[in-house]
Structures are given as structure tokens and as C-alpha cells.
């Protein structure tokens, strides 16, 4: 059974730093790229930014290129998302999720992690 | 950035109804179209992707069609456990836009 199991909900002050994770168990860590997709308070869903964990390749929305860092440790089978100095708009859920094959499409996802970021 | 358009934002339906949500995006997608359903405090889950392939273990009263720019999500007959807010959303090209949302709610 695939699962992704992601890190407990995290409260910061702005201007800390963060990384949350998301575990994978069940396939084969290394050939699905797993990415990242925010839910701000009430809000919709963005895609932020996906990793292939066999070589590392990297894609970023530009919306979120600079404003966080994604990696990966697959000897462990465990992706990071990660903040060098958060803002009270950081605020939000965040899922990790594996990509189908090679399209964005999202076939399992994580539980959530709620970050608070508190001005 | 593609952006992707769903009708209406929110649908007031009763069980047994048979429901359309639409999508638009605002260019040429060659069918790389999904569709996610999120129940409140639970993470979304895939339904159906590259427009009209039922994600396993969906039921089958949901399907979806479209293409080009176009595209819907159908429910036959509606469940009690399908009010739930749907999302659409574009795997053609970075990043993976999703739509506003549709909140399905009981009449």
C-alpha cells in the first residue's frame, strides 16, 4: 500500500527557519517524483514544486521558486520542504504528493502539515 | 501560467441528482486534465486524470470528458459521501494549475 506520511503541524515565529517531511513507503521511492501543493486558511490548492528523488531534478512554480527549497533523501525515502525565514503569509497546509509516472498528476497524498507562522 | 476556471463555485444538489462541474483553461491542455475531491479537513484524492481515466477504486457513477480548453466532471447520481469541494486542475505544464474549487453542498 503506497503512503506518505508527513511530519507533525509545526508553530514558528517569522523570520525562523522550518523543514517539514514526508515519508514514502510501499513503491519505489526513487522513480516517482513527490512534490508539494499548499492550502492556505479556506483557500484552494497550489502546486509548489516536485522532486525527482533518483537524480534530485528539481521544478519550482515560479511562484514559490526562492521562497522555499525542496529535497530529497532517498536513502531514508523521505522529502523535505523547507523555509529559511518564514512569514506570518506561510500560514497554511501543506501536502506532499507523488506524481503519477511523469505528469503532474497527483495519485496519493500525504496527511498535511499545518504550519503556523506567527508575526 | 495556465489559468484554470470552474463553474459554478458552489452547487446546491440533492442525493440522486446528476451533477456537471466545468473547467476552462486558458489554453490548449491535449486532454492533460485531472480532477481531485476534498471533504473538509482531509486531504484532497485523485478521481479521474488525463480527462476521462477513472483514478482505481473511484466509483463509476463519476466521469469526465473534454478536451482542448473544455472540460467536465459528471456524477450520475449523487451520494451522500460526494458533497465535498472538487478541484480541476492542469498536468500539461509547470505548474500544475488548479482551478478555484466547486463546493457541492446538500439542498
Known amino acids: 500500500e503506497v503512503q506518505l506520511v508527513q511530519s507533525g503541524a509545526e508553530v514558528k515565529k517569522s523570520g525562523e527557519s522550518l523543514k517539514i517531511s514526508c515519508k514514502g513507503s510501499?513503491?519505489?521511492?526513487?522513480?516517482?517524483?513527490i512534490g508539494w501543493v499548499r492550502q492556505m486558511p479556506g483557500k484552494g490548492l497550489e502546486w509548489m514544486g516536485t522532486i525527482h528523488p533518483g537524480d534530485s531534478d528539481t521544478r519550482y512554480s515560479p511562484s514559490f521558486q526562492g521562497q522555499v527549497t525542496i529535497s530529497a533523501d532517498k536513502s531514508i525515502g523521505t522529502a523535505y520542504l523547507q523555509w529559511s525565514s518564514l512569514k506570518a503569509s506561510d500560514t497554511a497546509m501543506y501536502y506532499c504528493?507523488?506524481?503519477?509516472?511523469?505528469?503532474?498528476?497527483?495519485?496519493?497524498w500525504g496527511q498535511g502539515t499545518l504550519v503556523t507562522a506567527s508575526s | 501560467d495556465i489559468q484554470m476556471t470552474q463553474s459554478p463555485s458552489s452547487l446546491s444538489a440533492s442525493v440522486g441528482d446528476r451533477v456537471t462541474i466545468t473547467c476552462r483553461a486558458s489554453?490548449?491542455?491535449?486532454?492533460?486534465l485531472n480532477w481531485y475531491q476534498q471533504k473538509p479537513g482531509k486531504a484532497p484524492n485523485l478521481l479521474i486524470y488525463a480527462a476521462s481515466t477513472l483514478h482505481s477504486g473511484v466509483p463509476s457513477r463519476f466521469s469526465g470528458s473534454g478536451s482542448g480548453t473544455d472540460f467536465t466532471l459528471t456524477i450520475s447520481s449523487l451520494q451522500p459521501e460526494d458533497f465535498a469541494t472538487y478541484y480541476c486542475q492542469q498536468s500539461y505544464t509547470i505548474p500544475g494549475t488548479f482551478g478555484q474549487g466547486t463546493k457541492l453542498e446538500i439542498k
Open positions: 510501499g513503491y519505489s521511492f526513487i522513480n516517482y517524483w
Open positions: 489554453q490548449i491542455l491535449s486532454g492533460y
Open positions: 504528493v507523488r506524481h503519477k509516472d511523469t505528469a503532474m498528476v497527483l495519485d496519493y
